[in-house]
């Protein structure tokens, strides 16, 4: 059988058709192959593990923002456009410039050990016996889940809406796995709000499109912003 896919042409500045046979099993990044190695080996486009493990191969998939590798071609009813995400810069065809976002991971608050738990010598393996419970173990380790592919990024209104004012649901994750480990320090609350946290309506469109199914609403950016409004009150 075969499938039309469009993909966008940065140099045509629009969709352009291929017809590609399909055998079951096939994903979407499996045609745009198919494509490069038969019609046009000139399309730019980013992959590496095809396991839904790199991050690299996001794009919007019939206006979702969706990972190329882990979506079958059999889940999409009709014709399947692929366009590059709609946040970033584009670089070329399908690729994308996403050097502002790792900007921005930079500038989160770095991890800072709670010195009362290091022993008078400084000697961070010599710390002081604390407890450390199951559940705020288990909860950091949600958010390391993360592959950064930015379709969290891709996919938020308030991104698109108010741009760099809003930090974005892919770095209050990183700043809630820092804000959520017991050894941390670094009170982030400021950060966040200045970082414009408060945009974020909780619509959880970040949650829908997670491929590594973190509750980036429920359990990071709602739980931030209860800890910045508890700080004002007090
Ligand atoms: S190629 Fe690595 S996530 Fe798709």
Known sequence: MDRKIKL????????????????HGMVVLDAVIYVLEHFDSSISVRWNCKAGRCGSCGA?????????CKTRLDSINGDIEVL??????NVKDLVIDPTDTWHIKKSIPNFKINEQIISKS???TATKNITLYEYDVTRAQEFKR????????????????HKSAYIGPMHVVKTASLDMNPLDSIDRREFLDKKGIRFCNVTKCCTEVCPAKIKITDNAIIPEKERINDKKVI
Do not use: W
């Open 146 to 161: 993360c592959i950064e592919c930015f379709l969290c990024l891709d996919s938020c209104h308030a991104v698109r809406v």
């Open 84 to 89: 590059p995400m709609k946040v970033f810069p």
């Open 122 to 124: 400084n000697d961070i």
């Open 60 to 68: 919007e998939i019939n206006g979702v923002p969706s990972l190329m």
């Open 8 to 23: 966008f042409s940065s140099k045509q500045e629009r969709l352009v058709e291929y017809t590609v046979p399909i055998e």
